[in-house]
């Protein structure tokens, strides 16, 4: 018998959308979301799920086990907020100050708790094994990595899926990638040394205002030009602070920035050529600098077979018109790339902007205005548990 997964979510939304704007109201940081994970546990509660949760992050691992002993798969949901202001003017608008889904964590969270109620209640007619990962810390803090160094997915998943809500992009429509659909991130930390004197005589300074003002425009050379662009990376640098007052030369520059890439042939390119080129100019001109790469998420890389796999799942559930093929990778970052490093799998975005409205002319991700229409949740749920079923049945075949 088929099951109309669209449908049994249809039903469940209202308990989704209460979850969601449960979760919204109280957002929480980092790896540790208690209240969250309090909010989650109350959603499953009475479902056939072995718990594994702790000990680095508040992360709840969630297993259902079907009748036969076949496959794993794992579907994922993050749950912590960022660190900024709401200005949504919504009634179940943030109460916390200085925190705010405005990534759309609330709504994963919602459709995965969805996800995993469907599933448990059609629990006899599923082939295999299902993880429900609740994961905090996706926005920098390396959540997923914590969580798989904690044993908490050992043993690992045949297959794993993860959904990302897109405010700015149609409502219900599914997108997906082969290969690179995120990039990773790496932050840049560089400091320049000189000698302080006074802006009237820089010839007896050792300025390093120009130094770092070289090595920015530097930077963007050595991607054109060190860098294929058929493999390209984005340096960008967002701040250069030095200095405390107008007629000083100061002693110190400090710059900071990020360093995207989309393979690990060319991150290693990064970080092994721009402290060399930094240090190189800074001493051309008798300064000297130094150059700290703090390494982000790897590569978001989707298997081809896992993203024909959700383009088939979505087409029956909803139709063809609602598949996306992407032409190009996003250059934001995603944690779920650790998991996509160990098991192959993929990552989609579902559109939720409001039904019938201009989707362009929508809020993006990590605006405080962001919202998005709470019945797209509905289709995350139905995909989150139809990609289980059948993989569980069928495998990438």
Not at 31 to 51: F, S, V
Not at 160 to 185: E, Q
Request: proline fraction near 6%; charged fraction near 15%.
């Amino acid at each position: 018998m088929t099951i109309d997964w669209p449908a049994l979510a249809h039903t469940a939304l209202p308990a989704m959308v209460a979850l969601r704007r449960a979760v919204h109201a109280e957002p929480e940081l980092g790896l540790h979301n208690p209240r969250t994970a309090e909010k989650i546990m109350d959603a499953l509660k009475g479902l056939p799920l072995e718990i594994r949760s702790g000990p680095s992050t508040s992360g709840i691992i969630a297993t259902l086990r079907g009748p036969a002993n076949g496959r794993t798969v794992l579907l994922r949901g993050d749950t912590d907020a960022l660190p900024m202001p709401e200005e949504t003017g919504l009634d179940f608008a943030s109460a916390i100050p200085g925190a705010m889904h405005a990534c759309g964590h609330d709504a994963h969270v919602a459709m995965l708790a969805g996800a995993a109620r469907m599933l448990c209640e059609r629990r006899d007619t599923l082939a295999g094994t299902v993880m429900f990962m609740f994961q905090p810390g996706e926005e920098g803090h390396h959540g997923a990595r914590y969580m798989l160094d904690d044993g908490l997915i050992a043993p690992l998943p045949d297959a794993a899926f993860a959904l990302h809500i897109m405010p700015n992009a149609p409502w219900g429509v599914v997108a997906g990638r082969t290969g690179a659909l995120l990039a990773s991130s790496d932050k840049l930390r560089i400091i320049i040394t000189g000698r302080g004197g006074h802006a009237s005589m820089p010839h007896d300074a050792i300025d390093p205002v120009p130094i770092a003002c070289e090595i920015a425009l530097a930077l963007q050379t050595f991607v054109t030009r060190r860098i294929s662009v058929f493999d390209p990376a984005v340096i960008t640098i967002g701040q250069i602070s030095a200095g405390s007052t107008d007629n000083v030369i100061p002693e110190t520059a400090q710059m900071f920035g990020t360093m995207r890439t989309l393979s690990a042939a060319t991150r290693h390119a990064l970080h092994s050529g721009v402290p060399p080129l930094v240090q190189g100019i800074a001493a051309a001109h008798g300064a000297s600098a130094t150059v700290e790469i703090v390494s982000g998420f790897p590569v978001t890389v989707c298997d081809g077979h896992a993203v024909a796999l959700g383009q088939r799942v979505t087409t029956d559930l909803f139709g063809a018109e609602a598949w996306a093929t992407l032409a190009h990778p996003i250059m934001g970052a995603e944690d779920f790339a650790y998991v996509l490093e160990k098991t192959p799998g993929a990552m989609f975005f579902l559109g939720v902007a409001e039904q019938g409205s201009d989707w362009r002319g929508c809020c993006g991700l990590h605006s405080s205005h962001m919202h998005l229409d709470e019945s797209a949740m509905a289709r995350g749920a139905a995909l989150h548990a139809a990609l289980a079923e059948r993989f569980l049945a069928e495998g990438f075949a």
